[in-house]
């Protein structure tokens, strides 16, 4: 107990000191793993690759859910076309021209290449959120790489499967592999969304329950998911992406608490996941392998990850300059190092040189790329002055449905000038601003307060008027400052 609060106070204090060169958590959580682990201070040593495989499952469950759950179906509408692309034909494209190239340049056998290109093939969604969390970033753009960081995920994980198949099953044919590819991912999406549209009527039946429990049924959710599918041989990671993704987009009680719980879940899972990855590590051994690792990174990112995007874009109206940034955040992350365990488990990987590939990889991609994008960003004039005068949707608990959500409004002084009474306000009908905030202090907002520039304003507002909120309170201000010159 007192090695695992060093190791996550270690981890904060680290968070603290680096927050603003964008290092990525979990590039943090994975150094942690290493500094506890066997080869730097012997803490901690641990080699059961088929524990952590297995725990490793779990927690990637629960990421790929939570991915789906948090995952906006409205977003797609600007991105559609490139999303779905990157996220499917994408991944198998990207691994493919990587390791035909790895084969040649390296000399490794073809299905061995593919495997562990087939492993690092996806981008990471925890890396991407986080390094673009807060960032007034082109809002195409973002929503393309963080929609694509979310949804890639599912594939890589059965094209990782499959790839092991072809290798484990020495008698199966080109038609049965391909069947079963195509079983894996139609039967995972069609599981997955069964058990969404069943949980989302329980949903409602249960309603009447204490909040706690919605919690509990979430997490018999994503497990039944998962194991349905691979009851029926098919892909229990994409099915429960897709459970996710279906309850996410549906009304259900409670429903910004559970992704409330979601958020802190997946960040929780990712950490402790990463720490214990980066104790079944051994960077000692890196000797062994750095010089292939650097060229696999070189080929992936330079060339395989850049080909891909500028043909999957081909038909879409995105600069050169984006199509650029755009591969340039294709950052490895969580699932690769997760999928690295698969091999290692089952004995494909007796002298861990594919797991140590695939850590260098991703540790080179956290610090290189992780570190760079915001930088690139500003370089390419792709961060944009966000727009203070839009409303932001805050969090209105509650298990029973409602049209009412809190939102809070900044009063730019680059759009508002002078003053106006909360009386002068005509908001619609059920509308109640709850609270002012100016300098650091809250102001009860009855009718003779001033509402001024910089002052921040919670407001209780049905969702279908909340872009009239803005536009009231700006026209308030007009009608006021023509009052007091005339």
Known sequence: MIVAALALLALVIMASVFHKINVPVILMSLMIGIIFGSDVTGIIHLDD???VKEVANVALMLILFIGGFSTK???FKLVMRPVALLATVGVILTALITALIFHWVVGWEFLTAMLICSIISSTDAAAVFSILKGKSLEKRIKTLSELESVSNDPMAV??????ISLITGAGMSTTQAFLLFLWKLVGGVGMGLAVGYLAVYVFHKIRHLEAEFFYIYMFSVVFLSYSLAEVIGASGMLSSFFAGLYIGNKAIPYKKGLIAFSNILSFVTNVALFILLGL???PRSFVNIWQQGLILFAIITLVGRPITVFLLTLLDKLSLKEKVFLSAIGIRGAVPIVLATYPLALGLDPDHTIFNLV???VTLSMI???????ALAKKFKLIVKEDTKAPRILELITVQDTNYEIVELYIDEEFYEGSCLVS???????TLITLIKRDGEIIAPSGSVEIRPRD???VLVDKHNIDMIPVEILRSFVLKNIQEQE
């Open 280 to 282: 079944l590590s051994f």
């Open 456 to 458: 921040t304003l919670t």
């Open 49 to 51: 690759a088929v524990m």
């Open 158 to 163: 059965v094209l990782t499967l499959f790839i």
């Open 424 to 430: 002068d306000l005509k908001l619609p009908p059920g």
């Open 359 to 361: 850590f260098f990889i």
């Open 73 to 75: 179906l409205a977003h």
């Open 368 to 374: 290189l790329q992780g570190t760079s994008i915001v």
